[in-house]
C-alpha cells in the first residue's frame, strides 16, 4: 500500500512556520547589531490575499498579530476564524463608508490620515468594546504618496484623535516610497521617528512606531520600529487579487 505524502495544507503549513522562523533570527539578528531589543519590535503578520488556512498556520506557530486591507475580504477571513484570540490591525487605506465595519472588527486602526475619519470611527465603535487603537499615517515621502497625513498638518491631528475618548492614540505609522537604497531607507524611517518624538516631547506617551516591511526591515529596525509588518516575509509572493 503505497503511503500518503504530506497533504498540500500540511506542507503549507510547514512552509509557513519555516519563514516565521527564519523572520524571526533576522529580527533577531538585526536586533543585535543595532542595539535594540527583540521584546521591543511586534511582529505583524500581513495577511492580506492569503487565505484562513494560512493565517491558521502562522496561528498555530506562535503568530497572534495579523494584518489587512480590504475590509470584505477581512471580515470574510475574521468569521473563519472567530474562535482563535487573534489581534486584527487594519493597514489598508479608509473608505468612509466602511468606517462603521471598521470600528467593529479592528483591534487596531493603522491608516489613519484624517480628522473626520477619526471622528467617524471614534463615534462608531461600538460600546463595550476597548477603545480603538490607532496610529496615524504618515506621508513621509512627499509626492510619492498620496497617502498619509504631512508632516505640517500631524501635530493637529493627534491632538483631535488623543481626544476622541473611543480612540487611543498609539503612534505613528509610514510606507515609505520603495528603495532598494539602505540609506534612503533609513532617512525615511529617522524622519518618522523623529515625527514621533516630536509629539512624546509634546507630552503624548506614544509607544508604537510601526515601520518596515519585507523589503525593508533592516533599515525599520535600526531606525526604532517598534511594530514591523511582513506579508510576502511570511506567506511567500502574494496572489493577485
Ligand atoms: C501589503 C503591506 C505590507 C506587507 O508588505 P510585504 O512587502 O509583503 O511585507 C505592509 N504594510 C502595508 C501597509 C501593506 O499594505
Redesign the pocket.
Known sequence: MAVNGPSAEARRAREIRGRLERLHERIQAWCQRYGRRPEEIRLLA?S?TFPPADVRAAAAAGQCRF?E?YVAEALAKQVHLAALPLEWHF??PIQSNKTRRLAAAFDWI??LDTERLARRLDAQRPPGRPPLNVLIQVNVSGEASKRGVAPAALPALAEVVAALPRLRLRGL?A?PAPSDDFAAQRRAFAALRGLQEDLQARGWALDVLSMG???DLEAAIAEGATLV?????IFGP?PTR
Not at 229 to 233: K, N
Open positions: 500581513v492580506k494584518g486591507s493597514i489598508g493603522q491608516s505609522m510606507i516591511m519585507s523589503g509588518r511582513v506579508g510576502t516575509g502574494r
